[in-house]
Nanobody, 121 residues
Framework: QVQLVESGGGLVQPGGSLRLSCAAS????????GGWYRQAPGKQRELVAA???????NYADPVKGRFTISRDNAKNTVYLEMNSLKPEDTAVYVC???????????????WGQGTQVTVSS
């Protein structure tokens, strides 16, 4: 079983920046696609950003131009760089990573435990 370890959340003032990390550890699982979701109190979980195995990225409209998703194959990690943060970005951010245990093996998808991001002055 893969464990996705998330880090980088916290409290930041409006206009500030944070970088979230999602690393797969403890197995031969190799991430080749990933996404970040967020869920604010009283709201449904929504997709914030995703990166495909081919490197194509897509973003939710509210974060376009402010957030950047990336993947580091060597570190087996997916990142979410968040700039110009707004109070409405406050939520629990959850990583979803997909990949394989071997080059031609089946594709699996796992969820992280979530990390709190709070944007407040």
């Amino acid at each position: 079983q893969v464990q996705l370890v998330e880090s980088g959340g916290g409290l930041v003032q409006p206009g500030g920046s944070l970088r979230l990390s999602c690393a797969a550890s403890g197995s031969r699982f190799r991430i080749n696609a990933g996404g970040w979701y967020r869920q604010a109190p009283g709201k449904q979980r929504e997709l914030v950003a995703a990166v495909t195995s081919g490197g194509t990225t897509n973003y939710a409209d509210p974060v376009k131009g402010r957030f950047t998703i990336s993947r580091d194959n060597a570190k087996n990690t997916v990142y979410l760089e968040m700039n110009s943060l707004k109070p409405e970005d406050t939520a629990v951010y959850v990583c979803n990573a997909g990949g394989r245990y071997s080059d031609y093996g089946s594709f699996y998808s796992y969820w992280g435990q979530g990390t709190q991001v709070t944007v407040s002055s």
